[in-house]
């Protein structure tokens, strides 16, 4: 069994930044790619970033490109989102989430493993 621990949300306002953390107890940390996604009350989860589990391949949800890195230290077995230029709709519980491969989806349904989410909120 795999437990993803995330940390690093909290309240920021617009325009802010925060990073997130989210560390995983696995010895096959970097055979895996992993991913981020979000939930705003009321709304379904959304994909928001994911990295391959060499850390050599990216891909981000158009409405953060650009605001948002995604990294890892798969020394650390942790995987990192570095949120820049932050704003009132990026508010939600950020979950990470470990893929059923080392490449990354998009999808919920690509990722086998889930963080307990941790609550990021953005004020005007």
């Known amino acids: 069994q795999v437990q993803l621990v995330e940390n690093g949300g909290g309240l920021v306002q617009a325009g802010g930044s925060l990073r997130l953390s989210c560390a995983a107890s696995?010895?096959?940390?970097?055979?895996?790619?992993m991913g981020w996604f979000r939930q705003a009350p009321g709304k379904e989860r959304e994909f928001v970033a994911t990295?391959?589990?060499?850390?050599?391949?990216?891909v981000y949800a158009d409405s953060v490109k650009g605001r948002f890195i995604v990294s890892r230290d798969n020394a650390k077995n942790t995987v990192y989102l570095q949120m820049s230029s932050l704003k009132p709709e990026d508010t939600g519980v950020y979950y990470c989430?470990?893929?059923?491969?080392?490449?990354?989806?998009?999808?919920?349904?690509?990722?086998?493993?889930w963080g307990q989410g941790t609550q990021v909120t953005v004020s005007s």
């Open positions: 990295i391959s589990g060499s850390g050599g391949g990216t």
């Open positions: 989430a470990r893929s059923r491969a080392g490449y990354g989806y998009t999808s919920t349904s690509g990722y086998n493993y």
């Open positions: 696995e010895r096959t940390f970097s055979n895996y790619a």
